[in-house]
């Protein structure tokens, strides 16, 4: 009888060794495939992070050169602005048109017409 017991009980704890392998053996599997599945998720997160990184480093360098560009026109404006200043600082319109009202005003006049129709022309869609 000691026997039968004997080998109920090896029969037992072979088989919960068994089972405990095979329950160690699917949860390994398991853990395998759900690596493999976050690994292929971070290979794809971290090409669309370069794609992302090259293209936010095109764009800089885009930003850069129309940066500079705008620069170098403002640059010109404020030259351009500059010049205007001196040349209406040279003349005084105040005195002249007090002196001959009739050749600044119509001076004046022209120049408004113009400016007038380079605005409708800018701001009218065609």
Same mark, same amino acid.
């Given at each position: 009888?000691?026997?039968?017991?004997?080998?109920?009980?090896?029969?037992?704890?072979?088989?919960?060794? =068994?089972?405990?392998?095979?329950?160690?053996?699917?949860?390994?599997?398991?853990?395998?495939?759900?690596?493999? #599945?976050?690994?292929?998720? =971070?290979?794809?997160?971290?090409?669309?992070?370069? #794609?992302?990184?090259? &293209?936010?480093?095109?764009?800089? /360098?885009?930003?850069?050169?129309?940066?500079?560009? =705008?620069?170098?026109?403002?640059?010109?404006?404020?030259?351009?602005?500059?010049?205007? $200043?001196?040349?209406?600082?040279?003349?005084?319109?105040?005195?002249?048109?007090?002196? &001959?009202?009739? *050749? /600044?005003? &119509? $001076?004046?006049?022209?120049?408004?017409?113009? *400016?007038?129709?380079?605005? #409708?022309? /800018?701001?009218?869609? #065609?």
């Amino acid at each position: 009888m000691f026997r039968i017991y004997a080998i109920l009980i090896v029969v037992g704890l072979l088989g919960g060794a =068994l089972y405990g392998a095979k329950y160690y053996y699917d949860t390994t599997q398991a853990t395998i495939g759900q690596l493999r #599945e976050n690994n292929a998720k =971070l290979v794809t997160a971290n090409q669309l992070n370069e #794609e992302t990184i090259a &293209k936010q480093s095109q764009d800089a /360098i885009m930003l850069g050169e129309l940066n500079s560009q =705008l620069t170098k026109d403002l640059q010109r404006a404020e030259e351009y602005g500059d010049e205007l $200043r001196s040349t209406l600082n040279k003349h005084n319109l105040t005195h002249l048109a007090n002196k &001959k009202p009739g *050749l /600044i005003e &119509k $001076r004046m006049q022209n120049a408004t017409d113009q *400016l007038w129709d380079e605005l #409708e022309d /800018i701001t009218t869609s #065609e």
